[in-house]
């Protein structure tokens, strides 16, 4: 069973910077894509980034391309979120997901079976 633990979320400011961390446990953590999702109040889960699982390539979302950056330590079953200029637009439960299968569409969140519990990111204006 896949099991996946978010941390780092919290408040901070406009223009600041937040790390999220996204611990897997439960299978071979390098053989997959891992990705990142978000969900605003009354908006859908959307796509944020994903990385393939030897993490040489990475995907983004267009309004975040160039701010945040997804990484993984493979050696920690560990992928991270690193956060930069955040605006109060980016304010969300930021969810960690990994897919039962190798191959995937990454930005598709159909394409993820494992969520974590999310962690709230709010930032103040």
């Known amino acids: 069973q896949v099991q996946l633990v978010e941390s780092g979320g919290g408040l901070v400011q406009a223009g600041g910077s937040l790390r999220l961390s996204c611990a897997a446990s439960?299978?071979?953590?390098?053989?997959?894509?891992m990705g990142w999702f978000r969900q605003a109040p009354g908006k859908e889960r959307e796509f944020v980034a994903a990385v393939t699982g030897s993490g040489s390539s990475t995907y983004y979302a267009d309004s975040v391309k160039g701010r945040f950056t997804i990484s993984r330590d493979n050696a920690k079953n560990t992928v991270y979120l690193q956060m930069n200029s955040l605006k109060p637009e980016d304010t969300a439960v930021y969810y960690c997901a990994a897919p039962h299968l190798q191959f995937i569409l990454p930005r598709l969140r159909e394409a993820y079976d494992y969520w974590g519990q999310g962690t709230q990111v709010t930032v103040s204006s």
């Open positions: 439960g299978r071979t953590f390098s053989s997959y894509y």
